[in-house]
């Protein structure tokens, strides 16, 4: 189906933000047991999506000319895209993630946080390049070569920038939860590194023809996987936490037997907190969602404090008692 040339950038824009939402969504429900904020997530995602395209194209531009000149537009443009592309954006998306870590490394509570900072920031990046690409694209061949390129893009490796940007966010998060003094510099930096090097082997794969190609697949699915597997477990640990250091708090009457349980599976919250919707309506379910969300800071910050000795853990943990003591009796 051929569409006019006026309806391209609607339609590329359509085709960049649909995918871009779902996406969105399936990463913000990977955080089961203390959601980040939102206008902290929705700021990542502006950061990817303006602020870091903005530094990259500006960066990128400058790394790319002289290899243009030395090299031609050919071969400059692929040695630039394997080359400065890379650490160019890998670093312009970064900084979102830097800002979080030094400002408000409270909201830090595991290495999930650190993957889902760094997924949003990736998907903010991806959906206006995307939107970039589709335009580019249908100038050069037309409606077909635009819907090719959609597929590519959004379908086959629309969670590409966000895998990238993700091992950023989690080299950041092991580092601040390393007892080590030289792996809290370590592991960020392993984290970029990671991401540069994924970013690379798939420009790799996207720019060059014959047994190369494959690369990009198997370095862009395999991280994928690699990535998930990470996810499955940092919330199988944080469910840990929550079981050990909530057991506490039944003993000294912070939580009943039945909360404890609840606030240890992830499925009972979710059920409970619909049964209470239905039952009570949308006030008495936001109080709920507040109290096993508490809950599951209390053990966090248990747990940070029993590791690192932060300054301020121990306050903490006393209002976020008085909070729960509060919020369960409205629950």
């Known amino acids: 189906m051929e569409f006019s040339p006026g309806a391209v950038v609607p339609l590329s824009i359509v085709a960049a933000m649909i995918p871009a ?16 904020p939102g206008w902290l997530l929705a700021a990542t995602f502006f950061w990817g999506a303006v602020p870091s395209i903005a530094i990259a194209l500006l960066f990128n531009l400058l790394g790319t000319m002289p290899l243009y000149f030395a090299a031609g537009p050919d071969s400059g443009g692929t040695i630039a895209a394997v080359l400065v592309a890379p650490p160019v954006e ?5 900084l979102a993630l830097i800002g979080i870590f030094v400002l408000m490394r409270h909201e830090i ?23 970039f690409y589709f335009i580019q694209v249908y100038g050069e061949g037309g409606a077909e ?35 080590r003094r030289d792996l809290r510099y370590l592991f ?9 090097l994924l970013h690379a082997l798939h420009n790799v794969g996207a720019s060059t023809n014959g047994p190369l190609c494959l690369i990009m697949p198997l370095s862009d699915w395999g991280g994928v996987w690699l990535l998930l597997a990470i ?9 840990q936490w929550i079981r050990h250091y909530l057991a506490e708090e039944v003993e000294r009457g912070t939580l009943s037997q039945w909360q404890y349980e609840t606030a240890s599976s992830g499925r009972a919250r979710f059920r409970y907190c619909l049964t209470v919707l239905f039952d009570r309506g949308p006030a008495a379910y936001r109080d709920a969602l507040r109290f096993y969300r508490h809950c599951s800071e209390l ?22 008692r008085t909070i729960l003591v509060e919020l369960s009796r409205r629950v």
């Open 21 to 36: 939402a779902l996406y969105v969504a399936l990463i913000y429900s990977a955080d089961r047991y203390e959601k980040e």
């Open 299 to 320: 053990a966090y910050k248990k747990h940070h404090f029993e590791l690192l000795q932060e300054a301020g853990a121990e306050e903490l943990t006393g209002e976020l």
């Open 231 to 239: 996810i499955v477990w940092a919330l199988w640990q944080e469910k």
């Open 145 to 179: 070569a635009w819907r090719s390129n959609v597929l590519f893009r959004t379908i086959l490796f629309g969670l590409n920038h966000s895998l990238f940007t993700s091992m950023t966010g989690l080299g950041l998060a092991a580092g601040r939860f390393s007892r």
């Open 188 to 196: 960020p930096i392993a984290g970029w590194s990671l991401a540069v």
């Open 109 to 131: 509570d595991g290495l999930l946080d650190g993957i889902i900072y760094g997924a949003m920031v990736g998907m903010g990046f991806a959906m206006v390049e995307n939107i």
């Open 90 to 94: 890998e670093t312009a998306k970064a």
